[in-house]
């Protein structure tokens, strides 16, 4: 059975449209004989760190509380380091990233680049991400770009939405 993850800084029951897009498509390749890996964040404390679903299996990594609800930074620590040597030992063939900005993006793109596996990025969104306020919008644009040049050093291929999707499948 093949193994594609999915590197994302949310996941339900978080709702939103990467979420819901992510969802669908892993029940549906769970249906094609794929077996599916979730890696997002542990964004409230009732979440489980490691979660059988019926058509995939879900890591969540922990994250500092700072600005969990807008933006998840990772906390590396011995939870961590337990949940991604956990990651490390299932057969994953195929990484996909969710959106451009999140850094399980770049998690994701080196632990692929690490295993020399292939990985592609799928953007969903149309602008900057943005917090309402000039100055931090600024700063923010400045660090978007610099984390995007980053994965772009992982990962050769971008797509937007649906092309990706198709893109995964096509290759798979």
Excluded at 29 to 39: A, H, M, P
Excluded at 90 to 117: D, M, P, Q
């Amino acid at each position: 059975m093949k193994t594609v993850a999915f590197f994302s800084g949310y996941y339900l029951p978080h709702t939103g449209g990467v979420e819901r897009y992510e969802d669908n498509l892993a029940k549906n390749l769970t249906k094609q004989n794929i077996k599916v890996i979730i890696v997002t964040t542990k964004y409230e404390e009732k979440l489980k760190e490691v979660e059988e679903l019926e058509y995939a299996t879900v890591y969540r990594l922990p994250i500092y509380k700072i600005c969990s609800s807008r933006y998840p930074i990772i906390k590396k620590n011995k939870k961590y380091r337990e949940i991604m040597a956990q990651l490390k030992k299932e057969n994953i063939e195929f990484c996909v990233l969710n959106t451009r900005f999140w850094l399980t993006s770049l998690l994701g793109a080196k632990f692929a680049k690490k295993k020399n596996i292939p990985s592609i990025l799928i953007e969903h969104g149309s602008s900057h991400f943005t917090v309402y306020n000039k100055i931090l919008d600024f700063f923010g644009h400045i660090y978007e770009h610099l984390l995007t040049n980053t994965i772009k050093k992982y990962v050769s291929d971008f797509y937007r939405g649906i092309e990706g999707m198709w893109q995964m499948v096509r290759t798979f």
